[in-house]
């Protein structure tokens, strides 16, 4: 059997709206399906200020230049994260400082995040790792006490709930993924929540190549011109039409996740109990998207020797992030690899397992089974 890590799923509907978003002969941004994905997210989770845009990196991007993100400047973010949440910021010229997670959900360390703070920070960017909400609360409240714009990176966390909202909801700006890896996908694409009111009329311009086209098309002036710094940031209604089917089937792919998900989580138990592995440990507050399912090691070697076994029968298990920090970029940065301890040996020992909605129970039995006689023949464990 092969099992491969991750495939795209499909609802049905995205032919359907695609094609309809053709005939409309409105084809760029800013058009009907756009603006009905955002009503839908308005709708299920009360998100205002939506902006679609081509990527969570674009997203990222904008939210940046939001915020006024200067040469100079010093954005506080995990190590443990893509290449994309560094790059938002050190396009425009401001230096990554790279904060440890915490091993129980490889989220920033909130109680590490006040000791890096200088009168050069300007921005707090946490993650959401594998859908599994940062804390958020605790994080604004660093924020607030010395003015700094918190940039939630939910790319993997669509749907996700944190005290019982949106995750991305309680940050200043808050963006989203919908590439084909993530769990609600259009190929490529992503939007940005500006939940801070004053920003939304400026991030439409920076939307817009930096013009004021917006309040052309709102009947509020009959010309628009160049404004604002700004970039091309729109997705197209095209795309935003493969969205719109992927998020009418959010419950439905949700539910599938979940009892994949639930089953790994239940038949891996024995082993987190016996001492043999970790896996993510979610706050009752917080309620995953299941966007995906690790498990820690106790050494790196064994890691590899996992990751070798499940090749050999044909299952795709994934490593994750290698940290930014001591990444070519990081070293650059005048980072070294002892910098962040913490960070570089959970990720030299963290392995995720293949989760997507049309994973049958037929394979996801096969992996169960397969991580078993793997443990079997390495730990030496009997009567599993
Ligand atoms: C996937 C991902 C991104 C990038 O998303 P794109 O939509 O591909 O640009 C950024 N940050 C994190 C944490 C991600 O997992």
């Keep these: 059997m092969e099992i491969p890590f ?3 799923y499909l609802t049905g509907k995205e032919t359907t709206y695609m094609a309809e978003a053709l005939a409309s002969g409105k084809h760029a941004g800013n058009y009907s399906f756009n603006s009905r994905v955002k009503d839908l997210m308005e709708r299920k989770y009360n998100l205002k200020g939506v902006f679609l845009t ?18 100079g400047d010093e954005v506080i973010m995990p190590s443990f994260t893509f290449s994309s949440t560094a790059n938002a910021v050190v396009i425009f010229g401001a230096k990554p400082i790279f904060c440890e997670v915490r091993a129980s959900d490889m989220n920033i360390d909130p109680g590490k995040i006040e000791g890096l703070i ?10 959401d790792y594998a859908g599994v909400p940062c804390d958020i609360d605790e994080i604004m409240q660093i924020a607030e006490k010395y003015n700094l ?3 939630q ?3 993997q966390s669509y749907g996700s709930l944190y005290k019982k909202e949106i995750s991305g909801k309680k940050a200043h700006l808050a963006c989203y993924s919908f590439h084909d890896t993530k769990n609600y996908s259009c190929g490529e694409g992503g939007a940005i929540a500006v939940n801070k009111a004053e920003y939304r009329e400026r991030a439409s311009f920076i939307m817009e190549k930096g013009t004021d086209r917006n309040r052309v098309v709102k009947g509020l002036q009959n010309k628009y011109s160049w404004i604002e710094k700004g970039s091309s940031y729109l997705l197209s209604d095209i795309l935003a039409g493969m969205l719109l089917a992927q998020l009418e089937g959010e419950d439905e792919i949700k539910a599938k ?8 989580f239940h038949h891996l138990k024995d082993f987190v109990d016996r001492g043999c592995v970790k896996i993510q440990e979610t706050d009752t507050f917080k309620i995953s998207n299941y966007h995906c399912f690790w498990l820690i090691f106790n050494s790196n070697k064994q890691r590899e020797f996992f990751i070798q076994e499940m090749e050999n029968k044909g299952i795709a298990a994934y490593t994750s992030y290698i940290p930014l920090h001591s990444s070519k970029m990081g070293l650059k940065f005048g980072y070294n690899k002892e910098d962040l301890p913490v960070t570089e040996d959970l ?11 049309d994973l049958t129970l037929k394979e996801v039995e096969f992996v169960i089974q397969s991580i078993k006689e793997i443990f079997k023949k390495k730990f030496k464990l009997s009567n599993l």
């Excluded at 996740?257 to 790994?264: D, E, G, L, M």
């Excluded at 990720?347 to 909605?357: M, T």
């Design 6 to 8: 991750n495939l795209p």
């Design 54 to 71: 081509p990527s969570c990196t674009a997203a990222l991007e904008m939210g940046a230049l939001l915020a006024n993100i200067q040469p």
């Design 118 to 127: 200088t009168p050069k920070t300007k921005m707090i960017i946490p993650i």
């Design 149 to 151: 714009t918190v940039m």
């Design 153 to 155: 990176d939910c790319a």
């Design 257 to 264: 996740r979940k009892s994949i998900y639930n089953y790994y």
């Design 347 to 357: 990720a030299s020992r963290l392995v995720r397992l293949p989760l997507y909605p």
